[in-house]
């Protein structure tokens, strides 16, 4: 890539900043509706790590290391510029970088889903790395993807000319956008099924996996009617099979936390809406969402509102899989 092509890629300098003024609404709360509004926050919080697995595979480690090197230096940035012997612009762009790393979940602009590249130059970056052990661990498993710029058809989350640049589909590089659609097709004859928490990979034999987001791996709700399936057509001979799990930590998190937010939840239909939520995260249940914003709807005017859930689809090259 050239570098007028490539200076279109470059974060953003400076970063757009919005901050979040909450206190006064917060505090014009009462105690209950503080509590329901705290839980929730604390459920929508918990799935950031499932955003950032779902925009690429550096994004988590990238996360981290930016948060382990403000652990590191307790967010005095000067400090650690000081002791990487690093130039003021220097930690102007790794600021800049980190700054919209943490407003996008990941190093692709969640509005147009291109690839943004920090202008600090590598040698720099990796000198910050070197003052923190666990940051320098981190460092390892990112640092060639941050920069990398060969092809601009990569630069975008969606189907290229062989495969695809997106973790929709893990592990799974030589998954082609017909395979896909072929197992999209398939599903539909299951009249309960939804693929908005749902991954797909391919499997060294050339079987798939359907990944759902549950807490638990045998959920006792489920939308699919069996756990393997012999697909057709083109992919006749072919498995798929179903596996329950995918962001098991995170989705136990997110159920936890919705729990307590039922307890305090202010009339009839946020009791049901947080249920249906609580069984959809627990189980991997897309009916048990749709159920959930049956009672959202009907909530009208509520002090405090919630909508969390895998919803927007737009980064998934097929259209189907929700953030």
Partial sequence: MDDATLKQYLADDPPTIVPLEIKPHFEALNDKEQKYAHYISRASLAGTRINLRQV??????????????????????????????????????????????????????????????PRIQPDAFAKLAKQSTQAEKLYQK???????????????????????VSTYYPDSPEITREQIEHISEFLKKEQKFMPENTRLRQTSSGDYELLIASAVTEPATKDLSQSEYQLDGKLQGKKLKVVYGDHSIEMGKIARNLTEAKKYALNDHESAMQGEYIKSYHDGSMQAFK???????????????????????YRDPSGERGE
């Fill in 142 to 164: 990112f640092k060639d993807d941050i920069y990398a710029s060969k092809s601009i058809a990569r630069m975008h989350l969606g189907f290229i000319d062989k495969g695809h």
């Fill in 291 to 313: 159920e959930s914003q049956r009672h959202w709807v009907k909530d009208k005017g509520p002090v405090v509102e919630c909508n969390i859930g895998f919803i927007e689809t």
């Fill in 56 to 117: 690429s595979s550096e994004s988590e480690p990238l996360y981290d290391f930016i948060i382990a090197l403000h652990k590191h230096c307790a967010g005095d940035w000067k400090k650690l510029q000081s002791a990487a012997g690093i130039s003021d612009d220097d930690l102007r762009h790794f600021l800049s970088f980190a700054a919209q790393v943490l407003g996008n979940t990941g190093n692709y602009k969640s509005f147009g889903d291109s690839k943004f590249i």
